[in-house]
T-cell receptor, first 113, second 113 residues
Framework: KAGVTQTPRYLIKTRGQQVTLSCSPISGHRSVSWYQQTPGQGLQFLFE???????NKGNFPGRFSGRQFSNSRSEMNVSTLELGDSALYLCASSLQGAQETQYFGPGTRLLVL | SQQGEEDPQALSIQEGENATMNCSYK?????LQWYRQNSGRGLVHLILIRSNEREKHSGRLRVTLDTSKKSSSLLITASRAADTASYFCATDPPGGGGNKLTFGTGTQLKVEL
């Protein structure tokens, strides 16, 4: 099976802009989670989607949002970008999401100037 | 926020030696997972140990879990240069549905020839 794919792999934006990142889970996986990784804060959970519904949410401001489509693909959106949003954004998928192994994609590296 | 700390933060050993990393966490868990990350890329799942298990093996990996001390250790035996990476523990809280992993701060392992 193909692994988790994320697009784009690299992105440069300026402050105030918005960005949309995409994640395609492993075929058959219905849970998709998003994580942010920065040198200062480490790996932090953003949110999880299952069957097109947000099931869990981390402690991030409302500028961070996401959605999941009927084919389980997911997108996350960050509006009004800030310098501190520069990070590696990782997507992970699992079958049902009920506390199982998560399989991570290669990530999207976002740089906000 | 980080669930806990990993110790040591960095570890440098010679090829063929064993590497031990420790992870401490703060709250009750359902399971604990270990991941590897190479140079800011995606995370690779290594092993999952459930809260009712005390030890688990997978190839050259041995994981222990002590829920009374809220700690886990990862042992890599007969290390290789290819094991050079950052290693993270991640916990999943009990109850509720879905995934919401909380990661530790990570241990940077360098295996020298």
């Amino acid at each position: 099976k193909a692994g988790v794919t994320q697009t784009p792999r690299y992105l440069i934006k300026t402050r105030g802009q918005q960005v949309t990142l995409s994640c395609s889970p492993i075929s058959g996986h219905r849970s998709v989670s998003w994580y942010q990784q920065t040198p200062g804060q480490g790996l932090q959970f953003l949110f999880e989607y299952f069957s097109e519904t947000q099931r869990n949410k981390g402690n991030f401001p409302g500028r961070f949002s996401g959605r999941q489509f009927s084919n389980s693909r997911s997108e996350m959106n960050v509006s009004t970008l800030e310098l501190g949003d520069s990070a590696l954004y990782l997507c992970a998928s699992s079958l049902q999401g009920a506390q199982e192994t998560q399989y991570f994609g290669p990530g999207t590296r976002l740089l906000v100037l | 926020s980080q669930q806990g700390e990993e110790d040591p933060q960095a570890l440098s050993i010679q090829e063929g030696e064993n590497a031990t990393m420790n992870c401490s966490y703060k709250t009750s868990i359902n399971n604990l997972q270990w991941y590897r990350q190479n140079s800011g890329r995606g995370l690779v799942h290594l092993i999952l140990i459930r809260s009712n298990e005390r030890e688990k093996h997978s190839g050259r990996l041995r994981v222990t879990l002590d829920t009374s001390k809220k700690s886990s250790s990862l042992l890599i035996t007969a290390s290789r240069a290819a094991d050079t990476a950052s290693y993270f523990c991640a916990t999943d809280p009990p109850g509720g549905g879905g995934n919401k992993l909380t990661f530790g701060t990570g241990t940077q392992l360098k295996v020298e020839l």
